[in-house]
């Protein structure tokens, strides 16, 4: 048993000889030490498959110095064959399988199938035999015998010597002792003596010609195997990227297909919720607006409510609002007085205030002193009351100065109400069959200042002018005047019955006569120049010019006009000018809104019903009588009264509204 392992690995080694047959009739035509020798040098060149060199290019160590001095060949490295030998059988049968192997890829080279399969089958037989040994079980003799039969037949066709192939065996495997471990830090000469021969020596050798060209071929069949492997194993390595990559492609396209089918079934739910969507947005659209147009329509119900209360709640502020400021100012007027009374402040020094230093009686009633002081003040106060009424006369009608008074602020309440329009001059209608009223109120009008020109195109129509050389009317023009006489015969009062005066003007209107457009103090007319637009921009335009012309009255806008008919500055501006003088001034007094003495008694009285100071200061007889009698005295004009009358019959209206909306609350 001992050795049978010998007699397999020497049929290995004869297998493995059988691949190189010209090599191997070299060796088997010499002599045994030869033939040792040259098995020594094979092996130690790295030849025969048995493994490789180290990195040093030195071949395995030697077990011992002993087994080296027993080898059949001086050259012949014992101790690395049985390094190899003594190896685990694990290691010999992969050793072993792999030879089996190379047998069949051998087997499909032309000229040496049949002789690579019989050994292929033959290093089977020979790894059943190894495994059955390795699990202990007794090997067939017969078995044994035959495969030794066979390893000598092969051995005799290739003409080597069975005995000594045997005797070189034996003597590699003669120790059974491993090989000692290299001591680090030994000398270099203690371990070249121990691992054998070294490369150089080994070169040194003369092998012969054929033998290095053996080697040489080998080396060269070495090198492109290797390259080819390289080539081999770079490709293997390029396939196997490019199958990874195939399998990634095919990876992400499965998982881009899937993703596709998710997102197809997620774009059909997004439009099926799409249209669901829709469908509510347009429902909620429609709930929007119908609840817009409820806001509204409560918005409007509550304004519609609250309107009519928050009109009355300002009224009424403002109303408390004027009799505070009243109560306020009657306050200050009494304080005024009491300061500026001589009469108040001689009873004060002569009778209050000694009579409040006087001792106080036990006597309930008055004292005799005290009745004869008051009978004292009452006389002094008649006398100082006489004396100022009288006083009061004389100064009021002393040059018309209470009347002056009157038509002044009378003037100033009808002027605010008119506007800029009241400064105008006046187209009148006057109607009736009595010429004397005719006359006598063409003569008041002309008495003011006013110009007055019979309209020829009309009958009874008359245009009032101010002078084409008076300034700006500080209150009233001839527009507003006329119209305040329309109002105050529109509704007459008990001076103007007293007066006779009759209801002689239909109607009024303002109007701008060219006595005002001629009036360079009151009339200003602004140009501009611009360019005339057209296709072609103002290259083509240049020698165009376009002329703007505005009309102020009394600083007021009122209207303007364009003129671009030539080519001259100068003619489209005299062509504005003429077209504002006449074309516009024209339509301008014709869409003039005749004046409506009720539509301003109306809107004076909605105005100023809260006016408690407004309605209790009326003019009684003794004013009225004073305003007629500066008339009659030519102090002021009878147009002026006729103003005054105007306020007065606005104050009658302001005070009847006012008492129904008394007794309506």
Avoid at 140 to 156: C, F, I, V, W, Y
Avoid at 196 to 208: H, I, R, T, Y
Avoid at 353 to 365: A, T
Wanted: charged fraction near 25%; proline fraction near 4%; charge should be positive.
């Amino acid at each position: 048993m001992r050795h049978r392992p010998h007699t397999i690995w020497g049929f290995v080694c004869v297998c493995f000889e059988k691949r190189k047959g010209r090599m191997m009739r070299r060796i088997s035509s010499s002599s045994g030490c030869a033939s040792a020798t040259t098995t020594s040098i094979a092996v130690q060149r790295g030849s025969f498959f048995f493994g490789k060199k180290n990195d040093n290019g030195t071949a395995p160590p030697a077990s011992s110095s002993s087994s080296s001095t027993s080898s059949p060949s001086k050259g012949f490295d014992v101790g690395g064959f049985q390094q190899f030998l003594k190896s685990t059988p694990e290691q010999q049968l992969d050793m072993m399988q792999k030879a089996a192997n190379m047998q069949r890829t051998m087997g499909k080279v032309p000229g040496l199938g049949m002789l690579a399969r019989k050994n292929a089958d033959m290093m089977d037989r020979m790894i059943k035999m190894q495994r059955d040994m390795t699990v202990g079980k007794a090997v067939d003799p017969a078995e044994k015998q035959r495969l030794e039969q066979e390893a000598r037949g092969l051995m005799a066709e290739r003409g080597v010597d069975p005995e000594k192939a045997a005797v070189a065996v034996k003597s590699a495997l003669g120790s059974s002792q491993p090989p000692p471990p290299p001591r680090f830090g030994g000398s270099s000469s203690a371990r070249g003596a121990s691992s054998g021969p070294s490369l150089d020596e080994l070169k040194k050798v003369n092998l012969g010609t054929e033998i290095e060209a053996l080697f040489q071929e080998l080396k060269s069949v070495r090198e492109s195997k290797n390259s080819y492997r390289d080539k081999f194993n770079a490709r293997e390595k390029e396939c196997d990227e490019l199958q990874k990559e195939a399998q990634a492609l095919r990876d992400t396209s499965a998982n881009l297909r899937s993703k596709l089918q998710l997102a197809e079934t997620n774009v059909l739910l997004l439009n099926s919720e799409s249209m669901t969507l829709k469908d509510e947005a347009k429902l909620a659209k429609d709930l929007q607006r119908q609840n817009s147009l409820l806001n509204q329509k409560i918005t409007l119900l509550q304004h519609n409510d609250t309107q009519p209360l928050l009109a009355r709640i300002q009224e009424l502020e403002a109303a408390l609002r004027t009799k505070e400021a009243h109560e306020q100012s009657l306050h200050r007027k009494l304080d005024r007085t009491r300061r500026r009374d001589p009469l108040l402040q001689f009873t004060s020094a002569c009778s209050t205030g000694p009579l409040q230093l006087c001792r106080s009686s036990d006597d309930s009633g008055e004292t005799e002193g005290r009745k004869i002081v008051d009978d004292a003040f009452q006389s002094l106060r008649s006398t100082y009351d006489d004396a100022q009424q009288q006083a009061w006369s004389t100064a009021v009608a002393a040059n018309g100065g209470g009347a002056k008074l009157m038509v002044a602020a009378a003037r100033e309440l009808i002027a605010s109400w008119l506007g800029s329009k009241g400064k105008l001059d006046a187209t009148v209608h006057v109607g009736g069959s009595d010429e004397k009223v005719l006359a006598s109120t063409l003569k008041s009008w002309r008495d003011v200042g006013f110009t007055v020109e019979k309209d020829t195109m009309s009958e009874g129509k008359y245009v009032v002018s101010s002078p084409s050389s008076a300034t700006t009317p500080s209150t009233l023009g001839p527009y507003g005047v006329i119209a305040a006489a329309m109002l105050a015969r529109s509704r007459p009062t008990s001076s103007s019955s007293s007066r006779g005066a009759t209801d002689t003007i239909i109607s009024v209107a303002p109007c701008i006569s060219s006595a005002l457009l001629n009036n360079s103090n009151r009339a200003k007319i602004d140009y501009e120049s611009c360019r005339s637009g057209g296709p072609g921009g103002q290259a083509a335009n240049v020698s165009e010019t376009q002329i703007n012309a505005k009309l102020s009255i009394d600083g007021v806008f009122l209207y303007k006009t364009e003129a671009q008919d030539s080519r001259s500055a100068l003619a489209n501006k005299e062509s504005a000018t003429e077209k504002l003088v006449t074309t516009h001034t024209k339509h301008w007094n014709d869409r003039s809104q005749r004046f409506d003495p009720n539509r301003l008694i109306q809107e004076i009285a909605d105005a100023t019903t809260s006016a408690a100071s407004f309605i209790s200061s009326s003019y009684g007889s003794d004013e009225l009588s004073l305003l007629d009698n500066a008339a009659q005295n030519q102090q002021i004009a009878h147009a002026d009264v006729e103003v005054v009358q105007a306020v007065e019959a606005i104050r009658a209206v302001v005070s009847k509204k006012t008492v129904e909306l008394n007794v309506t609350d």
